[in-house]
């Protein structure tokens, strides 16, 4: 078989009969060549014989000949100059199916090879200079740029001895007429002739002009993006005019060149847009990475702006709504400075100037020329000597959209403001917003930070007892245990002085063997329980006599051997620790009241709302100095002890009761309660904690009854707050239904108490005690349904005995136990609703205590009492009195009287 060789001229021959195939083969080199490497297409063969195999059919040719061998396919860039043949009209479709030569068709590869390397814009301007002046042997060519908006030419690159205009409008000179028609224009005979001729621009310096080429390059999208201009060509040395061929050469290499003029910008681009996202991000980590002050954020700000778009300076001003005013945060910050000009603040009414403009209109201004523009105010400039070109002006958003300030940018160093500058900085001005917002509120939690600390200082100085009251206290003997019964069930703590509680208190620590065991100093003990006290609220029932009951239930439950054996000692010092502590700051409404009123608390916990405040309340105190009782402990202890102190207090929340009792009482009732499993002690625990919160139902029914009363007074309270909320009010808590109490109380015991008493003394039998007694109270309050009418206190002296007692319980007085309390405000409730002296009779001990001088004597006599249980000498013979009406039996059900 005949071997070929493999020629320029047959290739070029080929390329131009079949378009499409040359294409896809151009493809395939440019796009190894971008990876390194050698074309190798799936057609299983190299380049080289794919083309031979195209360009002479089924005959295999051999490359050969030193002087024939071509030179490889030249990689085109990353879409050659075929691709752009598709996009241009129908005058130019035809371009590279015209009669290129073969030497012209290797020239314009070899351009293409060039080309492809070439990614900076002056480069390739350079490259295409030097092509045009090597083809044509020319010494002055010319390549000018096009600014579509301005209609403007700009001289690309000219050389040292040019000296005409660098800047053309359209229809001015050869290129600008060219420009104009989008033709290329040839001229071989006197071109000074040619209208629009200039000669320092179109003719070549210190020669005479006999010939010149004009040549327009539009890319595919039809967008004149140049204009090429080729001044006397020369054979050698001899001139020589512009052919037929050479102006097809021309069409197509203005192809070409408009491709890869295109393409260089798009890379040109991309680059300038990374360049951006990383300034852009390295702004975003700088802002939020150092959260400093305000002023700090914003130099920082306003230097990275002006890096960004380079130009000269940049300013930031914030928008001051109080006094419609504009202020400069930074103010002239360059790249090179690290701070701002100093001329001090300046501050202009916010509709002043162009960035008053900006401000007050959200237009984004981008002036060519600041002094033509009346709006700008030359008195800065004026000031610093500063001459001001031109200016982009923005505003600056927050998150709600809301202007906050302005950012301007003055001077672009490569000329005016493009509208690629425009969007990059709308984006770097949506992270303007964001730091400044983010900084602002960073300053703003500070502050609050520093203002907490500050509440909490004094909070902590005001909630503590004070050291006097804690020197006495130490001074006096602790209270034995036995005085009062304090570890068995019956112990009646109604009947326990409110002032001996703390002692009391005390002891019980002492008993629980905590004191000795993590030697806690005796007077950090006494002050700690005094502050404890101190920071119960003064509430009819969840007060800190509650606090105590509960602690007394507890203290003689754990006390029983099997508990004291089985519950270590760290686990019973925090159950006390915890029962002390489990109301702390009670307010005397419930977890459904606080999120029913959107009270702050209900947005700090979204669950068991009040029992973690509590907890927070126990922790303050733990950690005041002169309080910290728990100083001596290992770090295990500690942290052991605080976990179930707050298990423990999140446990009296009766809704995370009733999802736990199933667990225990299944335990009990299978006889699989392990002592050694943790998580089965601290279900024990919790079900300890819940039986010593209602306790109340287990004590003797003389006191348990009184109590229960009590209760209810203070779910009055919460009911008549809803009431006049214009809130539905639940039979517990509405003082019309307080002849239903009994039967409150039966479905109290039966759903809440009843089980787990039950199943605590199924559990550990020393426990059964307790159930025993609630199920006597029970079998009372049975027989309380349906002849209860409810308690109430009488009045004398309407208007003024409620002014009196309204006056003592808003005083700051001695702090009234809950019977004292419920007497008063249940006697101001019955004023109130208009019941008369004479229609009422005293019916319970528990108000007798509080107004059995009110109802006999008259209101001066009332006032002199009221003002008696304010002094401290007379306060103790008013506790006996208190506990002597405690001991008296209850008035014959008859002879009570409804509120309502």
């Not at 109080?322 to 202009?348: C, K, N, Q, T």
Request: one cysteine or more; hydrophobic letters at 40%.
């Amino acid at each position: 078989m005949a071997h070929q060789i493999l020629d320029k001229a047959a290739v070029a021959a080929w390329a131009q009969a079949h378009p499409q195939e040359f294409q896809d083969i151009a493809m395939e080199v440019a796009s190894a060549s971008a990876q390194g490497g050698r074309a190798q297409p799936s057609h299983g063969m190299s380049t080289r014989r794919r083309i031979s195999r195209l360009v002479y059919g089924d005959q295999r040719m051999e490359l050969g000949g030193k002087d024939t061998t071509p030179s490889p396919l030249t990689p085109l860039r990353v879409q050659s100059a075929v691709n752009a043949k598709k996009k241009l009209d129908s005058s130019s479709a035809g371009i590279l199916n015209e009669d290129l030569t073969p030497d012209q068709t290797a020239s314009l590869l070899g351009v293409i090879g060039r080309m492809a390397s070439t990614f900076d814009e002056h480069e390739l301007h350079s490259q295409i200079l030097h092509d045009l002046s090597t083809f044509f042997s020319s010494g002055h060519c010319l390549l000018f740029t096009v600014n579509e908006q301005e209609k403007l030419l700009q001289l690309s690159n000219p050389k040292a001895t040019y000296n005409g205009p660098t800047s053309l409008e359209f229809g001015q000179g050869l290129a600008g007429h060219v420009a104009d028609t989008r033709k290329l224009l040839i001229s071989n005979h006197l071109p000074q002739n040619v209208q629009g001729f200039i000669e320092q621009l179109d003719a070549e310096p210190e020669t005479s002009t006999h010939n010149l080429a004009v040549i327009p390059v539009i890319n595919p999208n039809q967008e004149l993006v140049a204009v090429l201009q080729v001044v006397n060509k020369f054979n050698g040395s001899t001139p020589s005019k512009f052919t037929k061929e050479d102006e097809v050469f021309l069409k197509a290499y203005a192809c070409t060149i408009a491709q890869t003029l295109e393409h260089v910008r798009l890379i040109d681009a991309a680059v300038r847009e990374c360049r951006s996202i990383n300034i852009l991000l390295g702004l975003a980590r700088n802002i939020f990475q150092d959260l400093g002050s305000l002023e700090q954020v914003v130099q920082k700000i306003i230097r990275d702006a002006a890096t960004l778009v380079d130009c000269e300076r940049c300013s930031l001003f914030m928008l001051d709504n109080i006094r419609s005013e504009l202020h400069s945060a930074a103010f002239d910050v360059s790249p090179e400075e690290a701070d701002a000009v100093g001329i001090g603040e300046i501050r202009f009414p916010k509709d002043k100037g162009i960035a008053g403009h900006v401000a007050s209109t959200g237009l984004t201004l981008n002036i060519t020329d600041a002094y033509s523009d009346a709006r700008f105010n030359q008195e800065v400039d004026q000031k610093t000597g500063f001459v001001t070109r031109n200016i982009l002006c923005m505003p600056i958003y927050n998150r709600e959209k809301e202007i906050i300030g302005v950012a301007q940018l003055v001077n672009k160093r490569s000329g005016p403001f493009t509208t690629d500058d425009e969007r990059l900085f709308e984006a770097f001005a949506i992270f303007c917003g964001l730091g400044i917002q983010a900084v602002k509120l960073h300053e703003e939690t500070q502050r609050s930070a520093n203002r907490a600390k500050v509440v909490m200082e004094v909070l902590s100085y005001h909630s503590q007892a004070s050291e006097h009251d804690a020197q006495i206290l130490a001074k006096q003997p602790v209270t034995p245990l036995s005085k009062y019964k304090l570890d068995k069930f019956d112990c009646n703590t109604m009947s326990i002085h409110v002032d001996e509680t703390v002692s009391c208190a005390i002891s019980m620590l002492h008993g629980l063997g905590a004191v000795d065991e993590y030697h806690i100093p005796h007077l950090n003990l006494c002050r700690y329980v005094l502050s404890v006290q101190k920071n119960y609220r003064r509430v009819t029932y969840h007060n800190w006599r509650h606090a105590f009951s509960v602690t007394q239930c507890m203290f003689a439950m754990i006390s029983t051997p099997e508990c004291r054996s089985k519950l270590p000692l760290i686990r019973r010092l925090a159950l006390i620790l915890a029962c002390l502590s489990h109301d702390l700051d009670h307010r005397g409404t419930n977890n459904a009241f606080q999120k029913s009123t959107n009270h702050a608390l209900s947005q700090l916990y979204s669950t068991s709302t009040m029992e973690h405040h509590h907890f927070d309340q126990c922790l303050m105190i733990l950690n005041t100095e002169g309080n910290n009782i728990l100083n001596n402990l290992s770090m295990t202890d500690y942290k052991a002890l605080i976990h179930h102190l707050e298990t423990a207090i999140l446990a009296t929340d009766l809704a995370s009761y009733l999802k736990t009792r199933t667990e225990y009482f299944e335990l009990v009732e299978t006889n699989t309660f392990d002592w050694d499993n943790e998580a089965h002690i601290t279900l024990f625990c919790n079900m300890l904690m819940t039986a010593a919160d209602i306790s109340a139902i287990t004590r003797p029914w003389d006191v348990q009854h009184k109590v229960a009363e009590i209760v209810y007074a203070e779910f009055y309270e919460q009911g008549d707050l809803e009431r006049k909320e214009g809130a539905d009010v639940v039979p517990l808590m509405d003082r019309a239904k307080v002849t239903e109490l009994p039967k409150l109380q039966l479905g109290f015991i039966d759903f809440i108490c009843k089980p787990v008493y039950e199943n605590l003394g199924m559990h550990v039998p020393q426990l059964n005690p307790l159930f025993e007694t609630v199920m006597v109270n029970r079998a009372k309050w049975e027989s309380w349904q349906g002849s209860y009418k409810g308690f109430c206190s009488a009045s004398a002296s309407a208007a003024s005995l409620v002014n009196a007692i309204d006056h003592q319980l808003g005083s700051g007085g001695t702090q009234f136990d809950g019977i004292a309390t419920a007497g008063f405000k249940t006697t101001k409730h019955l004023i109130q609703h208009n019941v008369a002296p004479s229609q009422t009779s005293i019916k319970s001990p528990l108000v007798h205590n509080a107004a059995t001088s009110t109802f006999t004597k008259s209101l001066a006599q009332v006032q002199g009492t009221l003002k008696m249980q304010t002094e401290p000498a007379k306060l103790s013979a008013e506790r006996s009195k208190t506990k002597l009406m405690l001991q008296q039996p209850p008035l014959p059900r008859s002879k009570a009287c409804t509120i309502m």
